[in-house]
Antibody, heavy 123, light 108 residues
């Protein structure tokens, strides 16, 4: 059974770079997209972007200028960087496995999810 | 931009049927997916490809889609079903994922 475990700094100051990593245990790393999704306190879910095992990425247009994702095959890990953070980036950040459907260039749904990491940005 | 519209809240008595809707013009051509999020926990996939129940999800959960509206139905709601439910789809023209605003299900 696949499990995702994530970690990273939980407290940042404005203008710093958010950095999170997610490790995949117990399943295949190829054939999927690996995604990041966030949830501001008391609010809904927002998709940040995804990367596949070949390093191909898709990003939310609203965050694209500040987001980068990378993948490390040997460790079965993938990472998120979000630059120039502000208080609006305060959220619980989740990693998730994206299941590829009929179109191989992106994922269709997300299962399972990591436990989540609360990232707070202070001014 | 592409939006998925959900009612903010749905309330039913235990044992009754709850229906949560998700609407968008683009759903006429895209699958809808459903997630359950209990307080303080990560979301869990409930329904994929409109109607398929995810592994381990009780049979009382079912999904359907008619035109531009997807519906999550919970038959015989139990207290443990109280949670936030999110629908999700994809804007294929922009290659990005969209979530609905979420619906809080309360079992009165």
């Amino acid at each position: 059974q696949v499990q995702l475990q994530q970690w990273g700094a939980g407290l940042l100051k404005s203008s710093e770079t958010l950095s999170l990593t997610c490790a995949v245990y117990g399943g295949s790393f190829s054939g999927y997209y690996w995604s990041w999704i966030r949830q501001p306190p008391g609010k809904g879910l927002e998709w940040i972007g995804e990367i596949n095992f070949r390093g191909n990425t898709n990003y939310n247009p609203s965050l694209k200028s500040r987001v980068s994702m990378s993948i490390e095959w040997s460790k079965k890990q993938f990472s998120l960087k979000l630059t120039s953070v502000t208080a609006a980036d305060t959220a619980v950040y989740y990693c998730a496995r994206g299941e590829v459907g009929a179109t191989p260039t992106y994922s269709d749904w997300f299962d399972p999810w990591g436990q989540g990491t609360l990232v707070t940005v202070s001014s | 931009s592409y939006e998925l519209i959900q009612p903010p809240s749905v309330s039913v008595s235990p044992g009754q049927t709850a229906r949560i809707t998700c609407s968008a013009v683009a759903l006429a051509n895209q699958y809808v997916y459903w997630y359950q999020q209990r307080p303080g926990q990560a979301p869990v996939l409930v329904i994929y490809k409109d109607t398929e129940r995810s592994s381990g999800i009780p049979e009382r959960f079912s999904g359907s889609r008619s035109g531009t509206t997807g519906t999550l139905t919970i038959s015989g709601v139990q207290a443990e079903d109280e949670a936030d439910y999110y629908c999700q789809s994809r804007d294929s023209s922009e290659d990005y994922v969209v979530f609905g605003g979420g619906t809080k299900l309360t079992a009165l």
